[in-house]
């Protein structure tokens, strides 16, 4: 079966997690040039039907009120810089095991495999230096590490 990927960004007005990071990395780390923090949630199913995966998308991927939906990366401008996260092999997945749960709920069957990754999308005039010791602070290397952001076979 395919695996079938979808990014999912809260609307501006309802961003507050990339807000509250944005506000902890100039804090703890004492960055300037630092603009704006956007996350955006990347969830690859597999072992599911497309019609199930578009079934789930406004269900239990997204909120359609607070949420944007694509299904290929955002295109980044000039002063971005982007990154994404997942969880390390063998570490529990609150948002992945909840979304295999609903649709299999939505399926009413056998559960389907999800995996989830965080994209960061940085904007500000940062040097690489700067950029490093972000993504320092934010992966936690005892539990997640940096993901690739290649596309899906």
């Not at 960055?31 to 923090?37: A, E, L």
């Not at 969830?43 to 039907?49: F, K, N, V």
């Not at 979304?99 to 389907?112: A, D, K, S, T």
């Not at 950029?131 to 690739?148: G, W």
Request: negative net charge; glycine residues 4%; proline residues 5%.
């Amino acid at each position: 079966m395919s695996v079938y990927r979808i990014y999912v960004e809260k609307k501006p007005q309802f961003a507050v997690e990339g807000k509250a990071v944005l506000s902890d990395l100039k804090t703890a780390l004492q960055i300037k040039g630092i603009k704006d923090v956007r996350i955006v949630n990347r969830y690859d199913a597999e072992g599911i039907t497309k019609e199930n995966f578009e079934k789930a998308t406004p269900t239990v991927f997204s909120e359609p009120p607070v949420d944007d939906v694509y299904y290929s990366l955002p295109e980044i401008e000039a002063d971005e810089k982007m990154f994404a996260t997942e969880f390390l092999p063998g570490q529990f997945d609150q948002r992945a095991d909840s979304c295999e749960q609903c649709i299999q709920i939505l399926r009413q069957g056998e559960r389907c495999r999800v995996k989830n990754a965080r994209v960061y999308i940085v904007s500000g005039a940062l040097t690489d230096v700067d950029f490093d010791k972000l993504k320092s602070y934010i992966i936690n290397p005892v539990e997640s590490r940096e993901a690739s952001l290649d596309t899906v076979k």
